[in-house]
């Protein structure tokens, strides 16, 4: 594989890591434990779903007051973790072998996610990535989650890339493809496997729509 790019931003949950329901299931345990009551818990879950892939404390902050934001927020990243140990984190598939074709060709890679450095590091090291990661980056390492540009800003100072034309993003969101234009990334590839159709990718600013970042390398080549 030959390409002009030199660093590859990845979403995580949906888009290099499977999500069948982690997040909602995540959600739940946190709502039941913050709130245990059902009134108000479907809205609110719905409200999770429209905004995957943005920074999770304000995803809360968008559904309650900001101290239960806190500690729904606190709740949610333990209540994910324990689903990690659980076993519920699988990569999705050919994602392993995806990025290591990525980083033989030369490019470096960044891991962004709207969860906590700590939730991230958890799920790299439950699925043994850690080796694969050049940057690993939280809203909090970052300033602000997507859909703001600064997650991909950011990997592409600490990746130290030579232009962010020379970036390329690759989420399962809307907040993943904003983020990637609003930053000014070189391509912005949206993936499938997160469920989202086609058109609000695209019309969220991604420039190609893959089945599967496994499709990725030959986009590339």
């Known amino acids: 594989m030959t390409t002009d790019y030199e660093l590859v931003v990845l979403d995580m949950a949906g888009t290099t890591v499977v999500d069948d329901g982690m997040v909602e299931g995540a959600f739940a345990r946190a709502w039941d434990r913050v709130?245990?009551?059902e009134v108000g818990r479907q809205a609110a879950l719905e409200h999770v779903r429209d905004t995957m892939g943005q920074s999770k404390i304000e995803v809360f902050r968008g559904i309650a007051d900001e101290e239960t934001a806190q500690a729904l927020n606190g709740e949610f990243e333990n209540s994910f973790r324990e689903l990690i140990a659980e076993g519920r984190c699988t990569p999705i598939e050919g994602a392993a072998t995806t990025i290591r074709a990525l980083r033989d060709s030369g490019l470096?890679?960044?891991?962004t996610t709207?969860?906590?450095r700590e939730t991230a590091e958890a799920i790299?090291?439950?699925l043994g990535w850690n080796?694969?990661?050049d940057v690993v980056l939280s809203p909090a390492d970052a300033g602000?989650?997507?859909p703001a540009p600064d997650l991909v800003l950011m990997a592409a100072i600490r990746g130290q890339v030579s232009a962010m034309s020379r970036v390329v993003v690759v989420g399962d969101t809307e907040s993943d493809a904003g983020s990637g234009r609003s930053a000014g990334a070189g391509l912005v590839v949206g993936?499938?496997?997160g469920g989202r159709p086609e058109e609000a990718l695209l019309a969220a600013g991604a420039d190609r729509v893959l089945?599967?970042?496994a499709d990725l390398p030959a986009l590339l080549g």
């Open 211 to 213: 089945a599967s970042v």
């Open 124 to 126: 790299l090291a439950e």
């Open 131 to 133: 080796a694969l990661a």
């Open 191 to 193: 993936v499938l496997t």
């Open 114 to 116: 709207g969860f906590s």
């Open 144 to 146: 602000r989650g997507r």
């Open 108 to 111: 470096r890679i960044a891991f």
């Open 35 to 37: 709130k245990d009551t």
